[in-house]
């Protein structure tokens, strides 16, 4: 079974571009969550998707936004790049959604190291 | 604001020691508390808890919290060089505060 990918696995943009992530799931698995880790920060929640339905949101701005499709697949949108959003971005699907058992068996993918220029 | 704090920052032992990590916790509503190895890129999913006292157990290591004095214990025995990963605690809450807050993680580094 395939694990969770992400695409683009690096990428460089300037300060005020915008970036979109994308995110495959493990076949099956409805739930997909995103973080953001940085040295500084560590690992922090950025917001959790089930059935296309975004269910709880960490503290980040409003620049921060993101999607899911029907095929459970997910995007994450940075608007206005700021120098501070330099992370790695992860991206982790579960069975279920926050709540039961099924959704902290989350797996993770191997992320997207952003740098802002 | 909740918080998860774990000690210490960065751990080296040697082959065949028993290490034991910390994790100390605030947070509203608690539901259950993770810990993930990471090791390069992706963490890895180790245990859950939710429920005082009761110890989780796979292989060399095991995990047990305390809802009382708001922390849990890490415990790695006999370790070997492949446990060399960061650590992290998390924990999630319920009915509103159900976001995943982790801690900085231990990085741990067991020399042969």
């Known amino acids: 079974k395939a694990g969770v990918t992400q695409t683009p696995r690096y990428l460089i943009k300037t300060r005020g571009q915008q970036v979109t992530l994308s995110c495959s799931p493990i076949s099956g698995h409805r739930s997909v969550s995103w973080y953001q880790q940085t040295p500084g920060q560590g690992l922090q929640f950025l917001f959790e998707?089930?059935?296309?339905?975004?269910?709880n949101k960490g503290n980040f701005p409003g620049r921060f936004s993101g999607r899911q499709f029907s095929n459970s697949r997910s995007e994450m949108n940075v608007s206005t790049l700021e120098l501070g959003d330099s992370a790695l971005y992860l991206c982790a699907s579960s069975l279920g959604a926050r709540g039961r058992e099924s959704y902290n068996e989350q797996f993770f993918g191997p992320g997207t190291r952003l740098t802002v220029l | 604001e909740d918080k998860v704090v774990q000690s210490p920052l960065s751990l080296v032992v040697h082959e065949g020691d028993t290490v034991t990590l910390n994790c100390s916790y605030e947070v509203t509503n608690f539901r259950s508390l993770l810990w993930y190895k990471q090791e390069k890129k992706a963490p890895t999913f180790l245990f859950m808890l939710t429920s005082s006292g009761i110890e989780k157990k796979s292989g060399r290591l095991s995990s047990i919290l305390d809802k009382k004095e708001l922390f849990s214990i890490l415990n790695i025995t006999a370790t070997q060089t492949g446990d060399s990963a960061v650590y992290l605690c998390a924990v999630e809450g319920q009915g509103g505060s159900e976001k995943l807050v982790f801690g900085k993680g231990t990085k741990l580094t067991v020399n042969p």
């Open positions: 998707y089930f059935s296309e339905t975004q269910r």
